[in-house]
Each structure stands twice: as structure tokens, then as C-alpha cells.
């Protein structure tokens, strides 16, 4: 399903309303982000030349740093041998579902690594004492050994669900090399020429995530502002583009969502341990619906969390995750 645009337009105007334009010149970092297929060969200027980065959607792109006036374009600087592979709707929604699939195999086989080392101190620990091992020990070895049996199938699902949107994904790229698209159908290619993709204000110095939406020939830009003060690790933030009012709860935690808006929520409970919490909406017939989601607690994780609009069903509502990871410094690519 296709991003809404109209609420992506309606979220850069109430995150911008708050605060007038400031400043010609601006020192900022970001993160870009793709809500459709990644782009490749993206360019912008700065300091008299021309920088190229590769905007995914299944993650945060790479840390980039900028200095310069407030308002940058970014523009295509594709070859011009026509070498950007063809994608179709099918290409593309695979590629997430495998993005999303990777991301969940990750946090599992991180949790599952945690629980072992607690498993093995806790073994050690009672190796060494001459008595009996306590009933508290007991108990928590058992618990530990549940949990890592529920990880390890956990993670051979997802290994496999995998290794099934890998094949599906092969074969799709066949398919598009040696079939026509289907009637009414276009297929995408990425431009051979470089061409505008669009531009952004940053309202100040600090710390921004871009986001990437597609509309027709060229992209509407939206900005947010980052940083561990508005969006610590170990922390979730909801992006509401269903074009309705939605409720995140966890045990001791209510926070609205309103359409078009967004909130940071940082779930209860253990860290290595999965929270389970509720997002509400209301139907068609105004009926309050409750969906579960759940998370892995960790801090050098946080979660984007897109909620969007189920077209083909009025009782459910879409969300797509996006996992960035605490980048050290030799990990941030340096513009």
C-alpha cells in the first residue's frame, strides 16, 4: 500500500507551525529516509561541490553533515547508461516486507545472545557455590531457558520467512527483465538524467531525520527534528499518517497520536525483554479498535513507527517500523 501524501504534506505544516524562520544559514546533521523505494544517486551541494548519498527505506540513511543556507535541493546525478534496475509495486513491497523481516531477525538474535550470556553468568554463579543452587536461582534458570527456547524459534521463522522473500524477490527481478509490464502498468526506472527531487528548510541548527515521499516526477520533503531530547534511544516514535486520531497505551502509559502528528513513547518494562502494547483507533462505525504491538527493548535502539490508513480494511490499521541503531562515530559517513 502507497503512503497517504496528503497527511505527509499536512505533518510538515503542523511540525513547522510552531516556530517562524529563523535563519539564512544553518549547521545541521540528518538522517534520510525513503516512504517508497530507496533512491539511489542522490546529490546535493555543499562547500562548492557536489555530494552524492543513497536514500534506503527499510532503515535511516547514514549520518550526513551539512553547513550552508537554510533551504538545500537535492537532485538526481544517475548515469546516464540506464544502469538503475527497473522496479515494479510487487519489487517494492517485497523489499520492505524483507527490510522488515531483517530488522525482527536482528532484534531476536541480539535478545537471544543477551539471555544467553545471563543464562551462562547464572551458571557460573551457582557452579561456584558450594550448596544447593536457591530456589530464586532456580527459577530464573528455568525462566531463561523459556525464553531462549521461544527466541530460537522465534528466530528459525524468521530465517526462513527470509530466506521465502529472498526467492520471491529473485524471482520478481526475472520476471521484470523478461516480460513486459502488464497493460495499464508502468514500470518505474530510476532517471538517467540528473533532475530536481525536491527541497527543504531547515528551521535551525541540530539534529534532523528527512523524509522522502513520491509524488509523480519529483518528492515532497519533510523534516523532523532529532536528537536525544526529542527522540532518546531505547525510545519509540509513532508517526501518525492514517488521517485519524490514534491511542498508544502501555501498562502505565497513555499518549495520544493525533492525525498528522507524532509521539514519543518509551515502553515499560525490562531491557533485552519484549514490550506489548496497544494502538487504538476508531472503525468505520466509530467502534474503538485495539491492535497489539510489540517491541524489543534496548537502549541503543529506537523505532520509527509509521501508523497508516488500511485501505482494504476498515478494521485494521498499518504500521511500518523503521530500527536505527546508536551509530558510533566511525560508523557516521562525514559530508
Known amino acids: 500500500m502507497r503512503l497517504m501524501l496528503l497527511p505527509c504534506l499536512s505533518l510538515s505544516a503542523i511540525l513547522w507551525a510552531a516556530e517562524p524562520e529563523k535563519k539564512d544559514e544553518v549547521r545541521v546533521t540528518f538522517q534520510a529516509l525513503s516512504l517508497e523505494a530507496p533512491i539511489k544517486d542522490v546529490g546535493f551541494a555543499f562547500g562548492g561541490k557536489t555530494h552524492k548519498l543513497d536514500i534506503p527505506n527499510g532503515q535511516l540513511g547514514r549520518v550526513t553533515e551539512y553547513a550552508g543556507p537554510a533551504k538545500i535541493a537535492f537532485f538526481s546525478v544517475s548515469p546516464d547508461d540506464g544502469s538503475q534496475p527497473e522496479t515494479t509495486p510487487e519489487l517494492e513491497a517485497a523489499t520492505r516486507r524483507l527490510a522488515r523481516a531483517t530488522s525482527a531477525s536482528s532484534q531476536a538474535a541480539e535478545a537471544f545472545a543477551e539471555l544467553t550470556r545471563q543464562s551462562d553468568r547464572l551458571s557460573l554463579r ?23 527456547r521461544q527466541l530460537g524459534q522465534t528466530l528459525s521463522l524468521l530465517t526462513k520467512e527470509r530466506e521465502e522473500i529472498q526467492r520471491e524477490i529473485a524471482a520478481l527481478k526475472s520476471l521484470s527483465k523478461t516480460e513486459p509490464a502488464p497493460a495499464g502498468r508502468k514500470k518505474t526506472v530510476m532517471p538517467k538524467t540528473p533532475k530536481s527531487l525536491g527541497e527543504v528548510r531547515f528551521r535551525k541548527d541540530g539534529a534532523y531525520l528527512l523524509l522522502f515521499s513520491r509524488m509523480r516526477d519529483s518528492y515532497k520533503l519533510v523534516s523532523l527534528e532529532d536528537g536525544q531530547d526529542t527522540f532518546p534511544f531505547g525510545s519509540i516514535q509513532f508517526v501518525n499518517l492514517s488521517g485519524e486520531a490514534v491511542t498508544v497505551r502501555y501498562p502505565g502509559i497513555v499518549a495520544s497520536v493525533p492525525p498528522n502528528g507524532r509521539s514519543v513513547v518509551t515502553p515499560p518494562g525490562a531491557l533485552h525483554d519484549y514490550a506489548v502494547g496497544e494502538i487504538g483507533f476508531a472503525n468505520r462505525k466509530a467502534e474503538e479498535i485495539f491492535l497489539p504491538y510489540r517491541s524489543l527493548k534496548h537502549p541503543e535502539v ?34
Open 126 to 148: 551457582t557452579g561456584e557455590n558450594s550448596g544447593p543452587a536457591s530456589k530464586e536461582d532456580i527459577e530464573r534458570a528455568a525462566e531463561l531457558a523459556e525464553k531462549l
Open 302 to 335: 529506537r523505532e520509527l513507527v509509521f501508523l497508516l490508513a488500511d485501505g482494504e480494511s476498515p478494521e485494521a490499521l498499518q504500521t511500518r517500523t523503521i530500527e536505527d541503531r546508536r551509530q558510533t562515530t566511525g560508523d557516521r559517513g562525514r559530508k
